[in-house]
């Protein structure tokens, strides 16, 4: 099966850069991916890393190293509207998504 | 463009009534899923299918069942339902070809399910 950790909740002020990291272990790994949800909203896809290294979508990247089973979302310059819960989810080879029980980030002032 | 179109969007339901939540696309993708969050948690898989005419179990099968009689409707159905299935029902689809590409997910709006 999968498991997937993840912080529940990390706090940042306006502007600032935060990381939210994911540590997983699973079988039949294909690549990681990371959705934000607005209030219990329909989650939406923010990016997806197949391959070691780092993806960069513009003020959001994600990073994976499959050696250590890890990744991570850098958010920059952020802002309040960021305020959301992020999830990070692994994809398997068949297809289907695994996700973490999602981190809560609040952007304050 | 809709998407992914859920119904209903809430329902309240007595234990032991059967339920079925609908789910349509309109991308043409060939997987569709159907999750469910708890309050403060993630997304578990309930059924998957990869393609029209097959289905499979996710993580939390057990009181759930799926068909995928085509491409555009995936309809979830709770033949008994009991209080432990009150949550949000999500049902997504993506453009899965073997795992090529993103495998990016696109979800509907929910649908929220309180069972008495």
């Known amino acids: 099966g999968q498991s997937l950790e993840q912080p529940s909740e990390v706090t940042a002020v306006e502007g600032a850069i935060v990381q939210i990291n994911c540590t997983y272990q699973?079988?039949?790994?294909?690549?990681l991916s990371w959705y934000q949800q607005h209030d219990g909203g329909a989650p939406t896809f923010l990016s997806y890393?197949?391959?070691?290294g780092l993806e960069e979508t513009g003020r959001f990247s994600s990073f994976l190293s499959r050696s250590d089973s890890y990744g991570y979302l850098l958010l920059q310059e952020l802002q309040m509207k960021d305020s959301a819960s992020y999830f990070c989810?692994?994809?398997?080879?068949?297809?289907?998504?695994?996700f973490g029980d999602g981190t809560t980030l609040t952007v304050k002032p | 463009i809709a998407g992914i179109t859920q119904a209903p969007t809430s329902q309240i339901l007595a234990a032991g009534r059967r339920m079925t939540l609908r789910c349509t696309q309109d991308?043409?993708?060939?997987?569709m899923y159907w999750y469910r969050q708890d309050l403060g948690l993630g997304l578990r898989l309930i059924h998957y299918?990869?393609?029209?005419?097959?289905?499979g179990k996710g993580e939390v099968p057990d009181g759930y069942s799926v068909s995928r009689a085509n491409t555009d409707d995936f309809p979830l159905t709770l033949a008994s339902a009991v209080p432990s299935q009150t949550s949000v029902y999500f049902c997504?689809?993506?453009?899965?070809?073997?795992?090529?590409?993103?495998?990016?997910?696109?979800f509907g709006e929910g649908s929220r399910l309180t069972v008495l």
């Open positions: 991308m043409r993708h060939n997987a």
């Open positions: 699973t079988s039949g790994f294909y690549g």
């Open positions: 890393n197949g391959l070691d």
């Open positions: 299918s990869n393609t029209a005419g097959t289905t």
């Open positions: 989810a692994v994809r398997d080879s068949a297809g289907k998504s695994t």
């Open positions: 997504a689809s993506s453009d899965s070809r073997g795992g090529a590409g993103t495998g990016e997910l696109f």
